[in-house]
Structure formats: structure tokens, C-alpha cells
């Protein structure tokens, strides 16, 4: 069916739509990174001195430590040393109160991505701690979550009013030794979110953020706390767009999630970085690392991502399941078209008893992307009767893609239990036929078709973000088939 | 409605297609028939516009217009619709969806108002009543799991949802036991209007028992060899085709190599 695969080629081609740049005056570090670096960011930021001692430790050891190659990806290296660390909106005097003192600049910019703040405000009732480059600029809802107890906030000012939380948790999950990005990030993380669910609490609202690289040449550093504390419930919304341009920009982000007994996170993202032209030029470069530690007893932590952007992407949202009875699930789309590259995943480790774990993957690879599914299941010697199910699907879109699956299953521990299943599947002619002969487009054809491949996923997405979800996938695929 | 002029079409440098002529007006039916491998199953794939097949002469006017010349949503648009003899599953998109994005297709073409989801449930559910489909089945995936007799009966109910003015019916017979090709006819004869052709692609006399055609044409080696009325189908089913100078091998091979 060349006229189908040429149809599809076509659509593929339309271009990003996110691609504008903000004319916000920003006010940027020059490119490199040494202590001094670190330490003025730190000043910046009016840390206490233990989080300078932090930054400092985690940077030391980086400078040990060595990027790693071991996943199948394909890329430049990167020169740490040609990236700012720095960069924020210009501001008049301090953070703004309300919207009315938001640059309207930054929010037309949200307008232009069809997130205005005003109607999520409204009509959504979710809280929206926006992430404009490297400092949060807005911030909704925090009267009603105070009410509740509830602390979203940057993770700046965490650091600043809740320095016992922050010293107590932060890198308690990943610690900076981790791995190379994650040290990285330890050392320079520009600024993030943080949210504390005290006990017995169920967050009144879907927490959100919008995260958005700006500044050209600029390295975004993203660190994002979020604890739940015994018996609480808590469910964060995490999106992302990023304008075109023409170098790679990187960001290494760390995510900690920690549930204490009886508690529950849903951490849901929805990822449309910059991919790259058509051509394979630009783009994000994406090198994240996602862990939650279910703590407590009977404690959930689900990750949902929907990721359909980055040129490169090295992310494995992950659950240690500490607590007896914990749970850990993982569901994920990722997108792939034109020359992407995702190596992307999941880690359930199994300490606890009666632990249990759910992986569903769902990969879709179109154009000439490469699209690899990456898990570990572990189960240690004290996780008796554990169990995991996983379920890793390829969807090919064109025959110059590729999907990769590679599943890891270490057991020390007899009475475990994994199921694992995989298929490959095609977007086939005669679906392509079939949608097309009943006066469907070629374009919603694939996006229905697709969609429906990602069903499982989406149903886990609150609401709102699975309408959302579905309308990026339409727009990232931007044609394919074959 | 429907002209067809010395067509011709080929899949993989074979010429599948020999030349076909036949004119089909508004309000008949009209019958294909002939052995395996004769082109039916072609001639209707060509018509709703599958570019696996490669015309290579002819042409076919479709109310008024050129059809070779347009995408195959496009004929979809204009009213042609093919009952797929073998339909593909699409997995996790629901009939519902389905058949909803295709309705409202359909009306956006023609400039009217999309249905909403509940005008359009009122409607499935009374047209799967007619198909004698379970209304539940409109929640599962495409032809998921469906029965070879389920996928028929869902194709036919397209075609009662979609109101098609050219219903091209490829092998719908085939694979139904006796009470399910007594619902798809039922089916089929309630699709009959003055405004609206069908025609029939089918190996099987059995079929036109139930839809009786006006018109008759036998097809063999890609070409028309025979038209006639309904009485022609009777005569095949009594002598076979070897009468019309097909070779019996011819339609015995193809029979064995289905």
C-alpha cells in the first residue's frame, strides 16, 4: 500500500505544534559548572547552609562518576560544561501573589499550549504550581490545601520553611549516589515541586504542574518530592511542552515519591517535549530518574506516564516495595516517531511480604524511531509470596521503526510469582482499509487505532489528563502507518 | 448511479481485472457471481477503492463523478460502502467509537450536525436489534472476538447506520449457517430502496433465495461472461459453469484452492 505509507509519511511530517519561544527577559547563568556555580545557585535561592553542603557532596561525587552507556540509545555527548545552570523569568520584586501578578507574557504562553491557568482554576479544580524555566511563577489553590494540611509547593521554598521534611526525605529515595544524571541533578536541581499529605489525609484536589524549558541553552533540573504520610491519599498531574529549537537541551530530573503505611501516590505524567525536526535535529535530551519507596504497610504507589516527546529519553519510574502488602504499578505509553529514541521503563523491587506489582507497557513506533521497553522485577529473599504481572505490547506504525523489549527478572525468593506477556503488532493495511472505506481520515484512523492500543493506559489517567493524553497522541503522530 | 467501462486492475504485475463492463442503476440489485479466483472479490475492492489493486484501464463513473480518481474516504463519503468479507479486528477501539466516528464522518461531509453520543447510542441500538446483535457488543473492540457470523451481521449493520447509496456485498453469505444468513438477508433487504444499488459479490446461489437480484452477471478469468436475471443464478446452480465454456478444472481449482 505505497499510497498509505506515503499518506502517512506526510502526516508525520506536520510539525510541532508547541514550538514557539517565550520573549520573557531571563536571567541566566553563564555556561559551566564548578562549586562556585553551585554556590551562587544555592545563594539565589536563600538555602539554608545544609542543602549547599548537599549540593556540594552530591557534585564532588559526581565529578567521580561516569555517564552511562548501557542503554540502546544513540547521542552526542554531552558537554556539561556549555550548559547554563540558571535561568528564571525576570521579576519585578518577589514571587507573585496571585495570576493578576503573573508576566501575562508567560501566560499567553500557557494559553498557546491550551492550558490557561484561569479555566484549570475553575473549571478543573486542580492546583497549579507552574514551572516556568527554573522558578515557580504561580501558584493556585494554596488556601484550601492549607485547610487540609496539605504543603504544595516549590521545592525552593520547602527547602526554606520545611527544612526537617526536606533534610529528612529528600534523597532518601534517590540518593545522589544513584546514578550519574541523578547525581547531577542532586548537585544543581534549580527547583521543582514538593507536597506533604499528612496523616489521614486525602488530598482535596488533583495536584498539577506544568513544567516548560525555556531559555535557550539552558539545562533543566527538576527535583520533585513528594511524601505521603500513614493513611493518606494524594494524586499529581505532571505535564510538559517545550518550544523548538535547534540545539539539544538537556534535562535530568529526579523524582521522589515515598508512602508511609496505609498510604497512596498516583503520579501521573503526560511528557511532549521537544522531539526533534523530522530530520532529527533538536530535541530534548531526557535522562530522568523516577523511584518511589513504598514504606509503610499496605502502601500504593502507581506511576501512569504517557510520554510522547524528547529526541532521547532514559526514564524508569520505579516502586520499591518495602511495606508489607505494598503495591506497585506501572503504566505507560511511549511515543516514538521520525528519529526518537526511548529507552524506556520500569523497576518493581520486592522486599516486603505479600508484595505485589502490575506493569503495562505499551509502545508505539513510528517513522524511523527506535521505541525499547527496559524492566526489572526483583524480588528479595524476605518477599514471600510476592507477585508481578507484566505485559509489554509493540505497536509498529511503517516498517523503519524499531521495538525492543527487555525484561529482567531477578528472583531470590521461591515462592514469587511473575507472569510476563509481550506481543508486537502492526497498524495493518486492512485496518488502515477498513477505517478508510467507513469515510474515517487516514490521520484519526491512526489515532484511533493507536488509542485504542493504549486503552489499558489511558484508563488509569485521571480524567481530564486521558482527554488530554489522547490528543497528544493525535498530535504526535502526525501521520503514520504502513 | 454506477458505470463501470472496460476495467482493468492487476496486484503484483498479475491482471486480475480483464475488462469489465457493467451498468448498475439506482433501486437494483445486482448479483456477482462465479468461481474462485474469477475477480469478484477484486472487482469489489477496486470499486471502494483498496490501492493494493492497480488500475491500469478504465474507468468508473459514481454519480456522475470519476470514482478511480478519488481517496477511498472520499467514496466512503459519496455513499459507496463495502461489506468486507473478511473484517479486521482493530483491538481496544470500541464498535461504538467506531461506527460513531464514521456516522459523524459521514454527516460532516454532507454539512449536517454531528450525533451526539446519545442520539447515536437511540440509533445502534435499535439497528443491532435489527441485525440481531446484542447491544453490549457495541462496547467490545472492533470484531474482537467476534464470531465469523457476528462480524457479518456487524458489517451489515454499518451499512443500516451509514445509509450507504452503493452497497458493494463481498461474500456477505459466506460462513453463516441458515438463521444468521436469514438476519443478514433481512438485513440486506431492508438496505433495499429506489435510491440505492446493491451489488452482490457471492459464489453461493443459497444467498439469492433470500435477496433476490434483478440483475444476474457471471464473472470468470476477470471478465463478464454472462447477464441475465434472477433465472441465471438457478441455472448455475443446476449445470455448473462449464456451460458457459469455464473450464471445470478452472473452477475446481479455484474451489480447492480456497
Known amino acids: 500500500m505505497a499510497t498509505t505509507d506515503q499518506e502517512v509519511t506526510e502526516l508525520i511530517k506536520r510539525e510541532y505544534e508547541h514550538g514557539f519561544v517565550t520573549d520573557i527577559e531571563a536571567h541566566s547563568f553563564e555556561p559551566g559548572l564548578n562549586e562556585d556555580v553551585i554556590a551562587r545557585l544555592s545563594a539565589i535561592k536563600k538555602e539554608p547552609e545544609f542543602m549547599l553542603e548537599w549540593r556540594l557532596n552530591a557534585y ?16 552526542d555527548k554531552i558537554d556539561y560544561n556549555s550548559i547554563s545552570y540558571y535561568s528564571a523569568p525576570k521579576r519585578k520584586e518577589d514571587m507573585p501573589q496571585s495570576l493578576d501578578e503573573v508576566d501575562p507574557e508567560l501566560l499567553r504562553t500557557y494559553e498557546k499550549l491550551g492550558i490557561p491557568l484561569h479555566e484549570r482554576e475553575m473549571l478543573a479544580g486542580v492546583a497549579v504550581d507552574a514551572v516556568f524555566d527554573s522558578v515557580s511563577v ?75 524549558i525555556n531559555a535557550a541553552n539552558t539545562g533543566q533540573f527538576e527535583r520533585t518530592l513528594i511524601i505521603a504520610d500513614e493513611g493518606s491519599h494524594v494524586s499529581y498531574l505532571e505535564g510538559c511542552t517545550a518550544p523548538m529549537r ?83 504499578e506501572f503504566y505507560s505509553v511511549a511515543l516514538t516517531h521520525n528519529y526518537q529514541q526511548a529507552d524506556t521503563g520500569t523497576k518493581m523491587i520486592h522486599l516486603g511480604k505479600n508484595t505485589s506489582s502490575t506493569i503495562i507497557s505499551k509502545g508505539i513506533s513510528a517513522g524511523r524511531s527506535s521505541n525499547v521497553y527496559r524492566g526489572l522485577v526483583k524480588f528479595g529473599p524476605r518477599a514471600e509470596g510476592a507477585r508481578n504481572f507484566t505485559e509489554c505490547d509493540s505497536l509498529l506504525i511503517g516498517d523503519r521503526c524499531g521495538a525492543h523489549t527487555f525484561p529482567y527478572i531477578e ?72 | ?62 454519480s456522475g463523478d470519476d470514482l478511480l480518481e478519488k481517496k477511498t474516504e472520499d467514496r466512503a463519503r459519496d455513499g459507496v460502502f463495502l461489506a468486507f468479507q473478511y473484517p479486521v479486528e482493530i483491538p481496544g477501539v470500541s464498535n461504538m467509537q467506531f461506527m460513531r466516528t464514521a456516522v459523524n464522518a459521514l454527516r460532516h461531509h454532507r454539512g449536517e450536525p454531528e450525533m451526539n453520543a446519545a442520539e447515536f447510542m437511540k440509533l445502534a441500538r435499535e439497528v443491532s436489534k435489527q441485525v440481531d446483535l446484542d447491544p453490549a457488543f457495541l462496547k467490545r473492540g472492533v470484531n474482537e472476538g467476534f464470531s465469523g457470523g457476528e ?62 437480484p ?31 465454456g469455464i473450464a471445470e478444472d478452472e473452477a475446481t481449482e479455484a474451489s480447492s484452492a480456497n
Not at chain 1, 561516569?66 to 542503554?71: F, I, S, V, Y
Not at chain 1, 506477556?421 to 484519526?444: H, N, W, Y
Open chain 2, 151 to 212: 462480524k457479518k451481521r456487524n458489517e451489515i449493520m454499518q451499512a443500516l447506520m451509514l445509509q450507504p447509496s452503493l452497497a458493494i456485498l463481498d461474500e456477505t453469505d459466506s460462513g453463516l449457517d441458515i438463521d444468521a444468513l436469514k438476519v443478514v438477508s433481512d438485513g440486506v433487504n431492508a438496505l433495499r430502496s429506489e435510491d440505492r444499488a446493491i451489488l452482490m459479490v457471492t459464489h453461493y446461489q443459497r444467498l439469492l433465495d433470500h435477496i433476490v
Open chain 1, 411 to 482: 528472583s531470590l525468593n521461591k515462592s514469587a510469582v511473575v507472569e510476563h506477556e509481550a506481543t508486537t503488532s502492526k497498524v495493518s493495511d486492512e485496518q488502515m482499509f477498513l477505517c478508510r472505506q467507513r469515510g474515517i481520515d487516514p490521520e484519526r484512523a491512526v489515532s484511533m487505532i493507536v488509542n485504542g492500543f493504549c486503552k489499558e493506559v489511558f484508563k488509569e489517567l485521571p480524567m481530564e489528563f486521558a482527554v488530554e493524553a489522547g490528543k497528544l497522541l493525535e498530535v504526535s503522530l502526525e501521520g503514520s502507518v504502513g
Open chain 1, 138 to 212: 504561580a501558584t493556585t489553590f494554596k488556601e484550601p490545601l492549607a485547610k487540609a494540611g496539605v504543603i504544595f509547593c516549590s521545592i525552593s521554598e520547602a527547602i526554606r520553611d520545611y527544612p526537617e521534611l526536606v533534610q529528612k526525605y529528600l534523597g532518601s529515595v534517590v540518593p545522589h549516589t544513584d546514578n550519574f544524571f541523578a547525581g547531577l541533578n542532586s548537585a544543581v536541581f534549580s527547583d521543582g515541586t514538593f507536597v506533604y499529605v499528612p496523616k489521614g489525609v486525602r488530598c482535596p484536589m488533583e495536584l498539577s504542574t506544568y513544567f516548560r
Open chain 2, 1 to 62: 448511479m454506477l458505470s463501470i467501462k472496460n476495467l482493468h486492475a492487476s496486484v503484483e504485475g498479475n491482471e486480475i481485472l480483464k475488462g469489465i463492463d457493467l451498468e448498475v442503476k439506482a433501486g437494483e440489485v445486482h448479483a456477482i457471481m462465479g468461481p474462485n479466483g474469477s475477480g469478484k472479490s477484486t472487482l469489489a475492492q477496486v470499486l471502494a477503492g483498496n490501492d493494493t489493486f492497480e488500475v491500469t484501464a478504465g474507468e468508473v463513473i459514481f
Open chain 1, 246 to 328: 535547534d540545539e539539544n537541551q538537556l534535562h535530568a530530573a529526579v523524582v521522589e515519591l515515598i508512602a508511609l503505611d496505609d498510604a497512596e501516590i498516583k503520579y501521573s505524567t503526560v511528557q511532549n517535549w521537544y522531539p526533534g525536526d523530522e530530520h532529527g535535529k533538536g530535541g530534548i535530551f531526557n535522562f530522568v530518574t523516577k523511584r518511589g519507596a513504598c514504606m509503610g504497610k499496605n502502601s500504593k504507589i502507581s506511576w501512569t506516564q504517557v510520554e510522547t516527546g524528547s529526541a532521547v529519553t532514559w526514564k524508569y519510574p520505579s516502586c520499591i516495595l518495602r511495606g508489607e502488602n505494598s503495591v506497585g
Open chain 2, 214 to 244: 434483478d440483475f444476474v452477471h457471471v464473472l470468470a478469468d476477470g471478465k463478464i461472461v454472462k447477464s441475465g436475471g434472477r433465472e441465471l443464478a438457478l441455472e448455475l446452480e443446476e449445470r455448473g459453469y462449464s456451460w458457459l
Open chain 1, 60 to 75: 564532588r561525587r559526581w565529578l567521580e562518576m561516569e555517564e552511562p552507556d548501557w542503554a540502546h540509545l544513540g547521542y
